[in-house]
């Protein structure tokens, strides 16, 4: 059997406690968050593998961009029905099982696109680019819903935010490698079959892992209380308490709106600046730096958290700055010749938003404890894909074409797209979902205050008075 991992120094009185309740953390749960984010790191590369290069794809299969577009979309489409699918895997047939399922999803989708390279005759390979996008769909609707769980499971109380952040933001590690790989490998059109091949790796490498280094979903013994009572409610009872829960649906809401903002941003950057004559390299560049800073900005604020536990503030500050830099970037976008100033944008905007996601997730498993963590972090994710559909559709619908100026780089073949609207649109919602969560958002720490009053309640059962229950009798002269 594994040795347990002690604890930090600074947790002692912490870590005394749980070996006394029998609590334990283990070595191999880092094995296991390995594993889990390198899979979520592959996924998204293979999410946003056209993204950055969609003109010069579409150019090449002679397709349009909605077409090209379709491609990063279909995981916001998928993931809606799928997702409610797996919430019930993860709080019923374990976060073993879904991580293997969803590692073979995820391989075979990635093998499934390079099809029709393979195959000269092919005429049309629209269809094998969009079924290999489709079985990455369902796969990261098991992966991104896992961090939480797998932090509230396998990590020390004083660890659960740090192992979520890391979990979580190998995800957007993997839109940063995506940003400036396909750049680089398909500066013509023939590069195209090498960055459809060089995205198979990471894919076969986190499957290969999944299978051989995963050996069951949870600890012999539990890290915390909270782990110790984890997925206590069933699926449907679980979900109906979730919708029961006004300060919940305020924060889901609010968060899945981000989340559709940020991933129509991450899908739409390259077509939004090309109009004003930036490259393909800068706008990867801009791409790359918005993952960058918003994976360091994650780390700082995890870690700060940790220690603080101040969640509610945490998310409500981050949204306020967030929204201030995505109003900044929509009047931005629209000038040339800004290169400094929307790199800047791009840095900022990743570094107040993307920090603030595992610290959201997180609050949403605080504030509904005792559903399980699938179905709480599961229920944001499948909203905010949702709302991303919504706030994708809208941002390309809301452009038009215009007579192309002879700035523009855009390389799809047609005249270019006018995205004020669209970016003001972008900002407004941003500003609306950050001002109603500042104002509505109120919740307790309910799985804190759970571990904390079993805590208290072993205490006192094991304090000298509570041992000897019988009082002492004066001794009489």
């Given at each position: ?16 406690l749980g070996a006394l309740l029998g609590y334990r953390a283990y070595a191999r749960r880092w094995v296991f968050l390995l594993v889990l984010s390198l899979l979520n790191f592959s996924n998204a590369t293979l999410w946003l593998s056209f993204a950055p290069v969609a ?137 195209i079959p090498m960055m459809l091949g060089i995205y198979i790796i990471p894919a076969g490498l986190a499957c290969l892992l999944a299978i051989t280094c995963l050996w069951e979903s949870v600890p012999p013994s539990p890290p915390s209380a909270g782990a110790a009572h ?248």
């Amino acid at each position: 059997m594994a040795r347990a991992e002690e604890d930090r120094p600074g947790a002692d009185a912490t870590s005394a406690l749980g070996a006394l309740l029998g609590y334990r953390a283990y070595a191999r749960r880092w094995v296991f968050l390995l594993v889990l984010s390198l899979l979520n790191f592959s996924n998204a590369t293979l999410w946003l593998s056209f993204a950055p290069v969609a003109d010069t794809i579409a150019h090449h299969f002679l397709l349009s961009t909605k077409q090209i577009n379709w491609l990063s979309l279909i995981y916001l489409v998928a993931s809606i029905p799928s997702g409610v699918v797996a919430i019930w895997v993860l709080d019923s047939v374990g976060l073993r099982w879904a991580t293997i399922v969803c590692a073979w999803l995820n391989f075979a989708g990635s093998v499934f696109r390079t099809l029709a390279f393979l195959f000269i005759e092919i005429q049309d390979p629209f269809p094998f680019l969009m079924g290999g996008q489709s079985l990455c769909a369902l796969a990261q609707t098991l992966v991104i819903f896992s961090p939480a769980k797998l932090a509230a499971l396998w990590f020390p109380e004083h660890q659960r935010a740090t192992a979520n952040m890391i979990g979580t933001m190998s995800n957007p590690l993997g839109i940063l490698v995506a940003n400036l790989l396909s750049p680089a490998l398909v500066k013509k059109e023939e590069g195209i079959p090498m960055m459809l091949g060089i995205y198979i790796i990471p894919a076969g490498l986190a499957c290969l892992l999944a299978i051989t280094c995963l050996w069951e979903s949870v600890p012999p013994s539990p890290p915390s209380a909270g782990a110790a009572h984890s997925t206590s409610e069933k699926f449907l009872d679980g979900l109906k308490l979730l919708l029961r829960n006004r300060a919940y649906i305020i924060l889901a809401v609010c968060f899945g709106g981000g989340i559709g903002i940020f991933s129509s941003f991450s899908v739409l950057l390259e077509q939004v600046l090309c109009v004003k004559g930036y490259s393909n390299e800068f706008a990867g560049l801009c791409g790359a730096l918005f993952i960058g800073f918003g994976v360091l900005g994650a780390l700082v604020l995890s870690l700060y958290v940790d220690r603080t536990k101040h969640f509610i503030e945490a998310v409500k500050i981050g949204f306020c700055l967030t929204s201030m830099v995505c109003v900044a970037f929509a009047l931005v976008s629209q000038l040339q010749g800004q290169t400094f100033a929307l790199a800047t944008l791009c840095s900022l905007l990743g570094f107040f938003g993307f920090s603030v996601a595992p610290i959201a997730m997180e609050l949403a498993v605080e504030c509904s404890f005792p559903v399980g963590e699938g179905a709480a972090a599961g229920l944001v994710i499948v909203l905010g894909q949702a709302e991303g559909v919504l706030v994708m559709v809208l941002l390309t619908g809301l452009t038009t074409r215009r007579a192309e100026p002879s700035i523009s780089t855009c390389q799809d073949g047609q005249g270019p797209l006018d995205w004020m609207v669209s970016m003001l649109l972008m900002a407004g919602l941003c500003t609306l979902f950050s001002c109603f969560l500042v104002f509505f958002f109120h919740t307790q720490y309910r799985r804190r205050q759970a571990e904390a009053n079993e805590s208290h309640s072993i205490q006192e059962d094991t304090s000298p008075e509570a041992a000897d229950p019988v009082p002492c009798l004066a001794a009489t002269p």
